[in-house]
């Protein structure tokens, strides 16, 4: 039998990265919602602070998904599509999930995916910021 081996977010280092994010989501007082995925983008880590969205649970994980499913931040999506017409219309409603706003960016660990984070709760430069923290736990 052979093993097949691929890299991912362990538990540990997401539930680290949840727990900065929260700490810098209540530092700006900002109930966010957090959710961290593997490099699948299957939910490996989350927490809906008090008081924030129902909504936003649905919007952090599909930022997370999209970062770890297309490698790149949710914020350079818009830039990504925003001058050409077929993927401006077809991306958004064609995607299922994709999210083109801020707040999604993949995890890497040696320059590969291994996972990605996605905040939810305020304007998406307040879930960057929230999830940057959350990345900078892994450093």
Known sequence: MNNYRKNSITVGAAQRVVAAAITKAEQVGLPCVIAVVDESGV??????????????????????????????????????????????????????????????????????????????GGHYSQDMEVARAGLDALV
Do not use: H, N
Request: glycine share 18%; aromatic share 10%; net charge negative.
């Open 43 to 120: 939910l490996k880590a989350f927490a809906r602070m008090d008081g924030a969205a129902l909504l936003s649970v649905q919007v952090a994980q599909d930022k997370a998904y999209t970062a770890a499913g297309f490698g790149m931040p949710t914020d350079g999506w818009y830039d990504f599509i925003k001058d050409d017409g077929p993927l401006s219309t077809g991306a958004p409603s064609g995607i299922d999930r994709l999210v083109v706003f801020g707040g999604g960016f993949p995890i890497t660990e040696d320059g590969t995916v291994i996972g990605g984070i996605g905040v939810s």
